[in-house]
Structures are given as structure tokens and as C-alpha cells.
């Protein structure tokens, strides 16, 4: 059965939330053609940097029409079966399972979570042997690194579940709900301030991969050029803004209107949040490319969400690298 939620948010205009199983999008309709973007997650402080380079675009002309839906998975299928334009997330496993060519063309953000355990009942990634663990989507970054543990470990999960948005899984763990999963660093911060000493953060090897990026296929890709560099753009001035002053995103949401229902706490929340990340270097100034998605290859082979030797991966088989050289010959490498 399909569940749809539909909703307006964010300033955007005809902005839909969707959510259940399936591949269906709704679509409010409009009377011109608008770029579809389909984002497997919920609206939330999380997003709302890309929200406002989505509206820095806007003002230079694209329209975007915003669908979030229940997982990064069902986002990647919306593209590939064209009811989507643009897809937000990491679609490594799929693009190599499908026929259709669909291409990362920007890097939007690197990981950066933190597996977080209720101390009550673990202390080490060996307690974890048998447990049940929970993590954003299938197919997210978030599932890539707790497998890459599962097999750095010699541990084997009982159940890997399913929680959009790392707040839902925090306040999960903070209710007694789940006692392991994986949190960005809000959710750490919010986990020590709210249970200080409850919780356990996990120890991760150094990765560096991608977490989320922009994708499309590539007929889309060549047949609207102006409006993906326009968005391109767009993004990368907006991330080189949030690195160099963390608390504009506070001012961007209050200018562009953008959530507006967001709790007070969550509120306070954003310019931390912010810093963190940026101070973290979690916003790639120059959009990922090429480097990035070595990176990627050795990163989600080893975790299992690539199969192959990733010597042997060819870049141009999972990134699109025109509309980011085009973007970074106007605005310039930082």
C-alpha cells in the first residue's frame, strides 16, 4: 500500500513531502516545467543549507520542485524511471545494477556520523555481535559505514532497520526505542547534553567518502545544461558562504522563510550545527570530481555497496564531470 503525504514547505513553491513505499511521486501540478528533485530524507536543519542554494537558484531563474520520500533508495528509482529529474543522496549500488545511465554530477557533502550505543546494554562494536543496529536507508551512507564495521569488526548485525533522519533516530535512542544506531553531530551533541553518560560514541576508522551528492541521468543532464549549472553554481557559492560563517543558514531561513514550523530547539540548533560541519570540513568547496570518486570507489567496495576492484571502476561510468568544470570555470577552485 502507498502512503502519500503531501505538503507544502520550505518557501518553495509546490514543495512535496511524500512518504511510503513504492516509487510513486506526487506532483502538485504546474503550469510550467519545473526540475523535480527527489530527496530520500525529511525536511530538516539538516537540509536547510541546500534549501537556500535551491532558492539562490530559483532567483536566477530555475524552478524546483521539491518531493521528499521515505528513503535515499526510493529517491535513486524515482530518477531512474524518469519521475524525477534530480536525485539527492549516494546511488553508487544502484548505478551499477542499472541499465539506464545515471550520473553523480556534484558532491554535496562527505560523511561525517557517529555510531552511538545505549551503554546500559553495549560498550564495544563486539557487543554488537547479533544486535539489531538502524540506520537512515538502504543504500545510504550511513548503511555503508555499519557494514564496512560489521566487517572490520568480525561482527554480524542481527538486523540492519530503517529510520529516516538522524533527529528521528536520535530521539529514538533517547525514548529507549533503539539502543544502536548512527547520528550526524547534532544528534551526538543532543544525546550528551539530554543523557550525558548513557550513550556511547563508537570509534570510527578515518573514512572519507561521500555522503550525499546531486545525481541525475544524463539525457536529463544534456538536455538542460543552463538550468544544472545554474544549480551547481548555486551550491558550491552557497557551501563556500556556510564554511566561511556557519551562521548564515540562521539568516537564510528566516529570509527564505524555509521551515518555519522547526522547534524552538532545533532553532538554536542550526548555527552549531553549522560550525561543527564546517569547522569539520564536511562541505566540499569544489563540488567532489574526479578525486572524489576514487575515493568513493575504495570507500563502498570495501563497505560491499560496490562490487569490483575499485582500481578497475571507471569514473565516468558513475559521475557526470561536465556541468562541475563548467561551474568551477566561472566561479573558480577554492
Given amino acids: 500500500?502507498?502512503?502519500?503525504?503531501?505538503?507544502?514547505?520550505?518557501?518553495?513553491?509546490?514543495?512535496?513531502?511524500?512518504?511510503?513505499?513504492?516509487?510513486?511521486?506526487?506532483?502538485?501540478?504546474?503550469?510550467e516545467a519545473k526540475v523535480r528533485v527527489a530527496y530520500g530524507d525529511i525536511a530538516s536543519v539538516e537540509n536547510l543549507h541546500l534549501l537556500a542554494a535551491f532558492e539562490l537558484a530559483k532567483q536566477r531563474g530555475v524552478e524546483i520542485e521539491m518531493t521528499y520520500l521515505k528513503s535515499e533508495d526510493i529517491a535513486a528509482q524515482a530518477v531512474v524511471s524518469g519521475q524525477a529529474d534530480i536525485g539527492v543522496g549516494g546511488p553508487y549500488a544502484l548505478m551499477q545494477k542499472v541499465k539506464v545511465p545515471v550520473r553523480i554530477f556534484l558532491q554535496l557533502s562527505t560523511l561525517r556520523f557517529y555510531p552511538a550505543v545505549?551503554?546500559?546494554?553495549?560498550k564495544t562494536w563486539k557487543d554488537l555481535n547479533g544486535q539489531?543496529?538502524?540506520?537512515?536507508?538502504?543504500?545510504?551512507?550511513?548503511?555503508?559505514?555499519?557494514?564496512?564495521?560489521?566487517?572490520?569488526?568480525?561482527?554480524?548485525?542481527?538486523?540492519?532497520?530503517?529510520?529516516?533522519?538522524?533527529?528521528?533516530?536520535?530521539?529514538?535512542?533517547?525514548?529507549g526505542n533503539v539502543k544502536a544506531t548512527i547520528v550526524d553531530s547534532a544528534g551526538r551533541r543532543l544525546l550528551q547534553e539530554k543523557a550525558p553518560g548513557?550513550?556511547?560514541?563508537?570509534?570510527l576508522d578515518g573514512i572519507n567518502a561521500t555522503d550525499e551528492a546531486l545525481f541525475a541521468r544524463q539525457d536529463f543532464l544534456d538536455k538542460n545544461p543552463k538550468d544544472v549549472d545554474v544549480i551547481?553554481?548555486?551550491?558550491?557559492?552557497?557551501?563556500?558562504?556556510?564554511?566561511?560563517?556557519?551562521?548564515?543558514?540562521?539568516?537564510?531561513?528566516?529570509?527564505?522563510?524555509?521551515?518555519?514550523?522547526?522547534?524552538?530547539?532545533?532553532?538554536?540548533?542550526?548555527?552549531p550545527y553549522f560550525t561543527e560541519l564546517a569547522k569539520g570540513k564536511a562541505f566540499p568547496l569544489n563540488g567532489g570530481g574526479?578525486?572524489?570518486?576514487?575515493?568513493?570507489?575504495?570507500f563502498y567496495t570495501l563497505s560491499g555497496q560496490l562490487q569490483g576492484d575499485p582500481a578497475s571502476l571507471k569514473v565516468e561510468d558513475f559521475w557526470a564531470l561536465e556541468p562541475l568544470n563548467r561551474a568551477?570555470?566561472?566561479?573558480?577552485?577554492n
Fill in 1 to 31: 500500500m502507498l502512503k502519500e503525504l503531501t505538503k507544502k514547505l520550505c518557501g518553495l513553491s509546490g514543495l512535496a513531502i511524500a512518504a511510503g513505499i513504492g516509487l510513486a511521486l506526487v506532483a502538485v501540478p504546474q503550469a
Fill in 118 to 122: 545505549n551503554a546500559e546494554f553495549y
Fill in 132 to 175: 539489531e543496529v538502524a540506520v537512515h536507508s538502504r543504500g545510504s551512507g550511513t548503511e555503508a559505514i555499519m557494514k564496512l564495521m560489521e566487517e572490520k569488526q568480525g561482527i554480524k548485525f542481527s538486523k540492519i532497520s530503517y529510520i529516516p533522519g538522524s533527529e528521528v533516530r536520535t530521539g529514538a535512542l533517547l525514548q
Fill in 198 to 203: 548513557k550513550f556511547i560514541i563508537l570509534p
Fill in 232 to 271: 551547481v553554481e548555486s551550491v558550491i557559492t552557497t557551501w563556500r558562504e556556510v564554511t566561511k560563517n556557519p551562521a548564515i543558514v540562521a539568516e537564510w531561513r528566516t529570509k527564505y522563510k524555509l521551515l518555519p514550523d522547526l522547534p524552538a530547539d532545533q532553532v538554536a540548533e542550526i548555527t
Fill in 290 to 298: 574526479e578525486a572524489a570518486a576514487k575515493d568513493d570507489f575504495a
Fill in 328 to 333: 568551477l570555470g566561472k566561479v573558480g577552485t
